[in-house]
Each structure stands twice: as structure tokens, then as C-alpha cells.
């Protein structure tokens, strides 16, 4: 089904599944992904492999960070210029993330490998971690600029709607990590340093197969870097509206480390506890996030060709969806708690200890999807300043200082507290400022681009 037909004609429920139900395979795909290398080093029973593996994670997180930001602000411009019918934008768009992808891997890469030491420092490693870690984080380095460009073009295939495309290639890329995750780590001996191999060369697939579809298939999307100078401007609206989504992901990164250096005081076992008991919550949020990614074009194809009500259609009807899955993966997480931290950890004590952390992060999940919709919407409008200013809240303003706050008070039972309050305070915020934007007609009946939209409450 071609793009115009699926975004304006389909019936909405219709597109809504067409969207979403791939790019809700691609993000358990890539929470698969995420979680296999713990789920292996765990098997060795070794707690300081678990927790370094944890220890390491902001350093992906910064790698999707960049890939999200690169990534979704091109999906936005992408999908905004073709519901305009402004092909040439869109192709300079696609170039523009090809040179940002391949230059910003190389940067972050190149200062892990620099600096490694200032790295392992930043992310709390210890004595019983710091090699551990160490072994992880060179690894994960040498493989960014292939991490980054394929989730920015996983990204990017999503705006001309081949999510299909997306989800067979993060597919082909976990299938792999996971084969090459029990050779490398326990067959090799290799421990935490095979799990980075296994990740690296899972993302190495995924890349060779986008590049396979950009040469091979009728696509707009180009890796030509010299026609992202025919349109200049189009840096200035990918960095803007990229923020939004990837604020989210740098400010996770930069709490993980916060948290990280703090729980490391207690141990390398609470580490451990902390990274398995985030799983279960990991999992509802990624899916209840793939449905706002799934309609992202949407919002921003509708949005360019100016058509409102199929506008707020689609946001109302994504919404209930959104919500509906929240209740129920957490209800089901809540339940299947303990064979979930079973998977991560051998010792009883510690898989117990990882289950209550779980039920206490789950109870910020059911409505969170409402925030992550919020993001989208505001960022697929043009409203970049309100998106990242909900960004920054959730992971800054709000969980940092309720974190220090309550872990000054409560010690590290405070700790686990602060997560579901920054989720539940951020989506109640997120509800107004829905409110507010949907009252004042932020979408009006006229044709619109990004880079005129007024950022301004």
C-alpha cells in the first residue's frame, strides 16, 4: 500500500496496526537485543559480569541516542516533505543523516577508545568491575559508527512506511546476537567481551541488509552525502527535531550513570539486582513507545498536509491503544516477575531482591504511553521546545531530584521509589500539556513546515 493511500485514505484503525505492529516487533526485537547479553553473561553466575554489563549501558544508550536523534528528526522532516509532495527535501534529508550518522559514530567511538579510563570513571566502575566493564565498553566503541547508522536508517525507512523493512533487519540482527551471544561468551570463554562481540556484529547485519535495501529497492532515501548540501537547511530541522526523542535517551543514559554511581556503593550484587529488576518495566515501555514511533509519520504526514481531523483521529485512537497494552503487559510483567529476574540471576537472594525492584518500577507503566505519545505529537507539529521540554522533565528535572531527594531520606529504598514517581508525575504533565496544545488548534487547516512552526506554548 502506497504512503498517501495508507496515511490518508486507509481507515485509521487500519493504518494504526499497519504502523505500529511492525515498529512493536522491531522495539521487542531490540529489548531482546538489549536484554540477551545480560541474559547469557548471567548464566555464568558471575554477579560482577551482570553488574558490568549494567554499568556499560549508558554507553549504548548514548549510541541510540544518537541514532534516535539523527534518526527520528529525519523521519520527521522525511514524512512532513512527502505529505507536502517535496521529494527532493526528503532525499536531501536522508543524505543529511547518512553524513551525521557515519560523523557522530566516529566522534563518540573514537573518545571511548581515547579516554576509556574517563568513561569507566563517569559510569561508577569499581575494583571488582572496572576490568569487566572495561573489556565491554571497547567493544561497544568499535562498532558506534555501525550502531549508529543502523538505527538511523531503521529509522528513516519507517517515513516512506517500509516498517516491514525495519523489522526483518532487526530481526536478522538479534537472531544473531543471540546465536553468537552462548559461542562467544561461554564456548569462546570470552565473558562480557564476547557479549560486546555479539552485539557489534548483530548491528554489523542489520547495517550490511539497510544498505542492501537502499541499492536495491525504489526508495527516496539516499546515501549520496553531497545532496544534503542542495538543501542546507534541512541540518537545522533535523537537530531540531530530533532533540525531543533523543533528549529522552541522553538524559536515560546520564540517570543510568547517576543511579549506577549510587547503588555501586552497595555493591556489585545491587548492581546486578538494579539492572534485572529494570527489565520487566523495560519491556511495557519499549512496546507502549513503539506505538507512538509507529504513528510518528503519521502524525507528521497528516500534520504537513494539513488534514486535522484524521490528525486527532489517529492520535485519539493510538492513545487508546497505547493505554490498553500499558495495563496489560504490566499487570502480566507484575505476575511472571520472578521467572523474569530468574532469567538475569542464579542466586534465590538475589532474583527476590530484583523482583520487588520490578513491582515497584511497573507502577508507572500502565499510563506512560501517554507521555511517549505526548513527545511525538508535540515533535511531530513542529512544537520541538514544548517535546523536549517533556524530554527533559521526565529523565532530568523531575527523577534526578527525586532520586537524590529520596535516597537522602530513605537510603536505597528510596532508590527504587524514584522511578514510577518521575513516570507518574511526567504523564500527568504530559496530559496538560496535550491539553493545552490540542485546545489552542496547534494544527490548523493549511499545509505546514517544520521550520516554520512557531515554538512557543
Not at 28 to 41: G, H, I, P, Q, R
Not at 208 to 217: D, K, V
Request: hydrophobic share 55%.
Amino acid at each position: 500500500m502506497k504512503t498517501e493511500e495508507l496515511f490518508e485514505r486507509a481507515p485509521v484503525w487500519k493504518s494504526i496496526f499497519k504502523m505500529c505492529l511492525p515498529t512493536v516487533v522491531v522495539m521487542l526485537v531490540m529489548t531482546v537485543y538489549n536484554m540477551a547479553d545480560m541474559v547469557f553473561v548471567g548464566q555464568t553466575g558471575i554477579a560482577a559480569q551482570v553488574a558490568a554489563v549494567s554499568l556499560a549501558s549508558p554507553f549504548f544508550l548514548l549510541q541510540m541516542t544518537l541514532g534516535t536523534w539523527i534518526g527520528g528528526g529525519g523521519c520527521t522532516v522525511i514524512s512532513t516533505a512527502l505529505g507536502a509532495k517535496d521529494t527532493e527535501k526528503a532525499k536531501s534529508a536522508s543524505a543529511a543523516c547518512t553524513l551525521l550518522s557515519l560523523a557522530s559514530g566516529v566522534l563518540l567511538g573514537g573518545a571511548a577508545l581515547l579516554f576509556p579510563n574517563a568513561f569507566l570513571h563517569f559510569f561508577g566502575a569499581d575494583a571488582a568491575t572496572w576490568d569487566y566493564t572495561a573489556q565491554y565498553l571497547q567493544i561497544l566503541a568499535l562498532g558506534t559508527p555501525v550502531v549508529v547508522f543502523s538505527n538511523v536508517f531503521a529509522n528513516l525507512v519507517r517515513a516512506e512506511g517500509a516498517v516491514q523493512v525495519a523489522v526483518m533487519l532487526n530481526m536478522l540482527g538479534t537472531v544473531t546476537n543471540i546465536i553468537l551471544d552462548p559461542l562467544f561468551i561461554s564456548g569462546l570463554n570470552l565473558g562480557v567481551q564476547g557479549a560486546a562481540i555479539a552485539t557489534v556484529l548483530g548491528n554489523v547485519l542489520t547495517a550490511l541488509g539497510l544498505l542492501f535495501y537502499l541499492r536495491r529497492r525504489n526508495t527516496i532515501l539516499t546515501l549520496n552525502m553531497r545532496k544534503a548540501f542542495h538543501m542546507p537547511h534541512v541540518f537545522r530541522e533535523i537537530f531540531t527535531l530530533g532533540i525531543p526523542g533523543s533528549v529522552s535517551n541522553l538524559l536515560m543514559s546520564a540517570v543510568n550513570t547517576i543511579t549506577n554511581r549510587i547503588v555501586i556503593a552497595y555493591g556489585a550484587d545491587t548492581v546486578a539486582e538494579m539492572g534485572a529488576g529494570g527489565k520487566a518495566g523495560m519491556i511495557v515501555a519499549m512496546v507502549v513507545m513503539a506505538i507512538a514511533l509507529g504513528v510518528q509519520p503519521m502524525f507528521a504526514y497528516l500534520y504537513g498536509a494539513g488534514n486535522t481531523a484524521r490528525l486527532r483521529e489517529t492520535f485519539r485512537k493510538s492513545g487508546i491503544l497505547a493505554v490498553s497494552l500499558g495495563i496489560v503487559l504490566s499487570v502480566v510483567c507484575f505476575i511472571f516477575r520472578f521467572p523474569i529476574c530468574g532469567l538475569f540471576l542464579k542466586d534465590e537472594a538475589l532474583v527476590a531482591s530484583a523482583a520487588h525492584i520490578t513491582a515497584l518500577g511497573l507502577l508507572g507503566m500502565p499510563l506512560i504511553g501517554i507521555y511517549y505519545l505526548a513527545v511525538n505529537y508535540l515533535q511531530s507539529v513542529g512544537k520541538a521546545v514544548q517535546a523536549s521540554v517533556l524530554s527533559v522533565l521526565r529523565q532530568g528535572a523531575v527523577y534526578v531530584p527525586l532520586l537524590l531527594s529520596l535516597h537522602g531520606m530513605f537510603g536505597l529504598f528510596g532508590v527504587f521509589y524514584a522511578a514510577p514517581a518521575a513516570d507518574i508525575f511526567s504523564t500527568l504533565l504530559a496530559i496538560l500539556l496535550l491539553y493545552r496544545a490540542i485546545k489552542k488548534d496547534l494544527v490548523s487547516a493549511k499545509p505546514h513546515s517544520p521550520a516554520k512552526a512557531k515554538n512557543t506554548f
